[in-house]
């Protein structure tokens, strides 16, 4: 980590991060290694004055903090993200029009989602600097190139790529089948999208252009399913730190901001449905023709029609224990699967940050570990 970021941006707890891995351990990881659980200890035998074991004079517990400090940093980038798709969806006429391809709110919906983005990460950074904990800072990290397409802030520096997405689709099945991540499961991509750009990078014709429309609308069919994946992505990592958060303030924060990452999804999975299929002017199929509404042969019952586009509700799957009666609910929501360093993973393997620096990712996986680390105190 460089000397310039360590001093002006990052915590003594974030600049530890760049030290030798023995230094990276937290206290659980500590406590873990001495094959100590925080259960066994007798009270007052919690190591004290090197770390904030508990909450006390109204301090956040470490992993309270450590929750709250992954989520501002994770809320930053989703602004980021979000910012460069309302400049283009709000700016540029003809992404706009493809977007309205999918529905005629997608333009509007886009700019509340940015909206509700910049206030997760402000809300989050001021509740943690009301603490007297310092506010999570990615600034620095602000270097990458803008869209130059009518619309874009061409000037700005962005901390996300939008324009090689490899998008993870497997979430249309997963919500429609009977199977969860958290038990192992896998799902089929319902659309190839790899390495692909979901914003213009410049201006292209209009989606009615009989010659070159089917352009602008791949890219906002990408974006449109793109917007589902992220936020699918962050309705299940606010699930994963819900069993983990000690303060019950920080766990209404938790729930309450999680709920409405829930809401962002299940806008924007209705949306993607709406994609049309598309072919290039050699008459090559670049975007498949996605299953008809409603599926023709429903059986009614529970996940009774997995490839219909109008089942948006999510069907009934495994939750907690296979005993038990099959439940509709998010999933993932395990450390494993949905946790901080999962999340990171998924979203540096789908290209968001290309460009980024070591820096950048050192600092994200040790914000992850971290986050992931948290237990609930009792
Ligand atoms: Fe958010
Ligand atoms: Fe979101």
Redesign the pocket.
């Known amino acids: 980590m460089s000397k310039k970021l360590a001093n002006d941006e990052l915590t003594s707890t974030d600049q530890q991060a760049a030290k030798p891995s023995s230094n990276t351990l937290g206290r659980r990881s500590f406590m873990k290694r001495l094959g100590l659980g925080a259960a066994v200890l007798p009270a007052g035998a919690i190591i004290t004055s090197a770390t904030r074991a508990r909450a006390d004079n109204g301090r956040l517990s470490e992993g309270d903090v450590s929750i709250l400090r992954f989520l501002a940093a994770a809320?930053i980038l989703?602004t980021d993200l979000w910012q460069q798709y309302t400049e283009l969806a709000l700016g540029n006429p003809s992404f706009q029009q493809a977007l309205i391809t999918l529905d005629g709110d997608m333009p509007t919906y886009v700019n509340q989602n940015t909206r509700?983005?910049f206030t997760?990460q402000n809300f989050i950074n001021a509740y943690l600097m009301s603490k007297g904990e310092k506010p999570v800072n990615l600034e620095p990290f602000r270097k990458l190139p803008s869209s130059q397409a009518t619309g874009a802030n061409k000037t700005a520096k962005r901390l996300t790529n939008l324009m090689n997405l490899t998008v993870d689709t497997s979430w249309f099945l997963r919500y429609r089948l009977s199977g969860n991540p958290d038990f192992g499961d896998t799902f089929a991509q319902i659309v190839n999208l790899d390495n692909v750009s979901a914003i213009p990078n410049a201006d292209l014709p209009p989606p009615t252009d009989v010659n070159f429309g089917f352009q602008i609308q791949f890219i906002a069919n990408v974006a449109g399913f793109h917007f589902a994946t992220i936020e699918q992505g962050?309705s299940s990592l606010y699930q994963s730190f819900l069993p983990k958060a000690s303060n019950l303030e920080v766990l209404k924060i938790v729930g309450a901001?999680g709920g409405t990452?829930i809401m962002h999804f299940q806008t924007w999975q209705d949306k993607a449905g709406n994609a049309p299929m598309l072919m290039d002017n050699h008459g090559n199929t670049i975007f498949p023709q996605l299953p008809i509404a409603p599926d023709p042969a429903p059986d009614g019952i529970d996940h009774s029609a997995p490839n219909d586009t109008n089942q948006i509700m999510p069907a009934p799957c495994k939750f907690i224990s296979t005993h038990l009666p099959l439940c509709s609910v998010i999933r993932p929501i395990s450390t494993a699967q949905a946790g901080a360093k999962a999340a990171v993973m998924g979203l540096t393997a789908s290209g968001l940050f290309n460009g980024q620096s070591k820096d950048f990712f050192n600092l994200l996986a040790h914000l992850a570990e971290e986050a992931d680390e948290a237990e609930r105190e009792r």
């Open positions: 809320e989703e509700d983005e997760h962050g901001i990452e």
